[in-house]
């Protein structure tokens, strides 16, 4: 298996902007999470999903921030207007039954 | 509340030395699962180690040890003859393993 692919690795835009990161889980792994991770709040949870519906959204910051999971196969979450203060490394992360297995993240650059 | 403190937030070692990470939980659950994560400096995320709640005796994988103990809510890990390459941030994570991991410890081992 290929693991847990995310896109782009690395995105670099102005303020103000969108900015849609990608993730696709490991194939027959049933949740999916979105994690965001910076020297001062380490690694937080955002959003995750079972089985393509979304459990628990409170982590994310702000309406700004959305994530949709269409299929099995393919998650996003959209930042919308971006912001300086969005830039971090954004990790997606699948699970099947107990552990979760994270993708190499996005390291997002906002100016 | 399900959570984890990792109160050594960075701990630095020569090589070979013997270090031990600690971890201390949170949990309401009688039946749990506990997990450690590798970070190295790299980025990405890697999957140690997972334990059941029930099984206590410690775990070894090399030079790698787990030390888990349901009495004083700890799962200690422990790295025997520390290598440079051990050098990482370590994440202990919250039983249910769906919640904000926090900022792991981070192991420098010098040469």
């Known amino acids: 298996d290929a693991g847990v692919i995310q896109s782009p690795r690395h995105e670099v835009t102005e303020m103000g902007q969108e900015v849609t990161l990608r993730c696709k889980p490991i194939s027959g792994h049933d949740y999916l999470f979105w994690y965001r991770q910076t020297m001062m709040r380490g690694l937080e949870l955002l959003i995750y999903f079972n089985n393509n519906v979304p459990i628990d959204d409170s982590g994310m910051p702000e309406d700004r921030f959305s994530a949709k999971m269409p299929n099995a196969s393919f998650s996003t979450l959209k930042i919308q207007p971006s912001e300086p203060r969005d830039s971090a490394v954004y990790f997606c992360?699948?699970?099947?039954?107990?552990?979760?297995?994270f993708g190499p993240g996005t390291r997002l650059t906002v100016t | 509340a399900q959570k984890v403190t990792q109160a050594q937030t960075e701990i630095s070692v020569v090589e070979k030395e013997d270090v031990t990470l600690d971890c201390v939980y949170e949990t309401r659950d009688t039946t749990y699962y506990l997990f450690w994560y590798k970070q190295p400096p790299s980025g990405e995320l890697v999957f140690l180690i997972r334990?059941?709640?029930?099984?206590?005796q410690n775990e070894i994988s090399g030079r790698y040890s787990w030390n888990f103990q349901k009495s004083t809510s700890s799962f200690n890990f422990t790295i025997t003859a520390s290598q440079v390459v051990d050098s990482a941030v370590y994440f202990c994570?919250?039983?249910?393993?769906?919640?904000?991991f926090g900022g792991g410890t981070r192991l420098m081992v010098k040469p």
């Open positions: 992360a699948s699970k099947g039954s107990y552990e979760q297995y």
């Open positions: 994570a919250p039983p249910r393993n769906m919640l904000t």
């Open positions: 334990r059941n709640s029930f099984d206590e």
